[in-house]
């Protein structure tokens, strides 16, 4: 699991990857209330828009990780957008996409680097 | 980053894991806990709020009432002392200066509690225009704290803390009380929720004392303290008016649909304007909608119908209580009705919602 510095994260899961947003992220959203990613098919590049993430108080953009091809969204945050709060970091995840340039990945913090990140902030 | 000043409950608040954020020139909690929690708590229970960031002006004097009736379009002569009613403020245009709330004390003493954000454009307005008047025009916001109980649990709670009857303060009255801790303050029955509940004045020195001991006489009934992301969203459900929002200088209380807070039997300033909307029907009207495509709408986007624009969105979010997502926003007169299908154009693509019945919220006041 790697992480940016705009707290999305992206997991390798089988030959695709699930792409959401961090723990800190959604403590700092609170309350998720709606959730949307650009359609399957589309290619988006690192640091794109790829959705938008709605807490009651404001509309938040995520963003690729890295150079993406979208699979498919995560149906299940349709009529349960709170996922996102309560397992944000598994159930929680937001879109199954293509890596399009893996050495991209490289570029990224594993978990322990985030966390040295975090404690910056 | 510009200075922004702190309410005298700012370190209560950090002690109490409130997230601050700047507002109105002022730094304030957005939430403690969680937005829908603190909401779903003023409606089932209760919610203490700091709110010491509104403003709060005194008008004195002999010609207090002549005046006052001539600044807002509400009436205040027709008040009795001790009762308040809320008004919008016009300027010369009839667009509205702020919305407020006009305490009578007796015929030479008002009190206005003005919002935050407009506190200085406020007080340059209403001495300008006092000019005329024998009246004196004090900004005494600074030496001013309030705080909010909200909620069905409101006024048990509070009882709890003050000898006098509470039951005996009506919807929209108020009385100067001596708590049991010693504090003097005005306390009035009203707000910004839809609930029943009140509102305490006191001086800024006693807000804390104020502050722990009503969080102390609710511990039992677990009176959670609320941010203002939940007073937005309660305010939403109920159509209660955000200044910035639904109302500012060029809107009229005609199109908002404040003619209820009007008294067009008297004089007042930007009265032209309001008379002439009344006889030949406002170009655009303050509207509720239900969105039927799952989307937040949010201040700012446009409302189509069809391939037509008709109007924009001054509000909206999911309401925690109702569970919907819910706007208001102005739309042209022919697309007022209830049922009219309408459209949110929301990140450049239109989600169908519909015009529905306001409040959206059913107010539970207290009235007798």
């Known amino acids: 699991m790697k992480f940016t510095k705009s707290h999305e994260w992206i997991k390798e899961i089988g030959d695709v990857y699930h792409v959401g947003v961090s723990n800190y992220a959604q403590e700092h959203l609170s309350d998720i209330v709606y959730v949307e990613a650009e359609a399957e098919g589309n290619s988006i590049d690192k640091g794109e828009r790829i959705g938008t993430l709605e807490s009651v108080k404001a509309a938040e953009d995520f963003a690729a990780p890295v150079d993406v091809e979208i699979v498919a969204f995560n149906d299940a945050l349709a009529d349960q957008p709170e996922l996102i709060n309560t397992d944000p970091e598994n159930e929680g995840w937001i879109v199954t996409v293509k890596v399009l340039n893996e050495t991209q990945l490289d570029e990224l913090m594993d978990e322990a680097a985030y966390k040295d990140f975090l404690s910056t902030l | 980053m510009e200075d922004l000043k702190r309410t005298p409950l700012h370190d209560i608040h950090k002690r109490n894991g409130g997230h601050i954020v700047p507002f109105a020139g002022w730094e304030m909690p957005v939430r403690f806990s969680s937005i829908k929690e603190e909401h779903i708590a003023v409606r089932t229970n209760a919610g203490l709020f700091d709110i010491s960031h509104m403003g709060e002006f005194i008008i004195h004097g002999p010609e207090a009432v002549k005046f006052v009736d001539m600044l807002i379009t509400n009436s205040v002569s027709s008040l009795e002392?001790?009762?308040?009613?809320?008004?919008?403020?016009?300027?010369?245009?009839?667009?509205?200066?702020?919305?407020?709330?006009?305490?009578?004390?007796?015929?030479?003493?008002?009190?206005?509690?003005?919002?935050?954000?407009?506190?200085?454009?406020?007080?340059?307005?209403?001495?300008?225009?006092?000019?005329?008047?024998?009246?004196?025009?004090?900004?005494?916001?600074?030496?001013?704290?309030?705080?909010?109980?909200?909620?069905?649990?409101?006024?048990?709670?509070?009882?709890?803390?003050?000898?006098?009857?509470?039951?005996?303060?009506?919807?929209?009255?108020?009385?100067?009380?001596?708590?049991?801790?010693?504090?003097?303050?005005?306390?009035?029955?009203?707000?910004?929720?839809?609930?029943?509940?009140?509102?305490?004045?006191?001086?800024?020195?006693?807000?804390?004392?104020?502050?722990?001991?009503?969080?102390?006489?609710?511990?039992?009934?677990?009176?959670?303290?609320?941010?203002?992301?939940?007073?937005?969203?309660?305010?939403?459900?109920?159509?209660?008016?955000?200044?910035?929002?639904?109302?500012?200088?060029?809107?009229?209380?005609?199109?908002?649909?404040?003619?209820?807070?009007?008294?067009?039997?008297?004089?007042?300033?930007?009265?032209?304007?309001?008379?002439?909307?009344?006889?030949?029907?406002?170009?655009?009207?303050?509207?509720?909608?239900?969105?039927?495509?799952?989307?937040?709408?949010?201040?700012?986007?446009?409302?189509?119908?069809?391939?037509?624009?008709?109007?924009?969105?001054?509000?909206?979010?999911?309401?925690?209580?109702?569970?919907?997502?819910?706007?208001?926003?102005?739309?042209?007169?022919?697309?007022?009705?209830?049922g009219t299908q309408i459209e949110i154009s929301i990140r450049g693509k239109n989600k169908k919602a519909v015009i529905v019945k306001t409040p959206f919220y059913k107010k539970q006041y207290k009235k007798n």
């Open chain 2, 81 to 338: 002392n001790y009762h308040i009613c809320y008004s919008p403020m016009c300027n010369d245009k009839g667009g509205i200066v702020d919305d407020l709330l006009a305490y009578k004390f007796n015929e030479s003493k008002i009190m206005l509690v003005v919002n935050a954000s407009n506190i200085e454009k406020d007080f340059d307005w209403v001495v300008k225009k006092s000019a005329d008047y024998d009246v004196a025009v004090e900004n005494e916001s600074v030496n001013f704290a309030q705080i909010a109980i909200q909620g069905p649990n409101a006024e048990k709670i509070l009882q709890k803390t003050v000898a006098s009857e509470l039951g005996k303060i009506g919807f929209f009255h108020f009385r100067e009380l001596t708590f049991n801790n010693g504090i003097t303050a005005i306390v009035s029955r009203t707000g910004y929720t839809g609930e029943d509940g009140f509102e305490i004045y006191m001086a800024s020195a006693s807000a804390e004392k104020m502050w722990l001991d009503i969080m102390e006489a609710g511990k039992d009934s677990a009176l959670l303290p609320i941010g203002l992301g939940a007073r937005n969203t309660l305010r939403l459900e109920a159509k209660l008016m955000l200044y910035g929002n639904e109302l500012d200088d060029a809107i009229s209380p005609v199109e908002a649909g404040l003619k209820w807070a009007m008294d067009i039997n008297k004089d007042f300033i930007g009265k032209d304007r309001a008379l002439r909307e009344i006889e030949n029907k406002p170009a655009r009207t303050l509207v509720g909608f239900e969105m039927e495509e799952r989307a937040i709408p949010r201040h700012g986007y446009a409302i189509f119908a069809g391939d037509e624009e008709v109007g924009i969105v001054t509000s909206g979010t999911f309401a925690p209580f109702l569970e919907k997502y819910l706007g208001l926003g102005y739309v042209s007169r022919s697309h007022r009705k209830r």
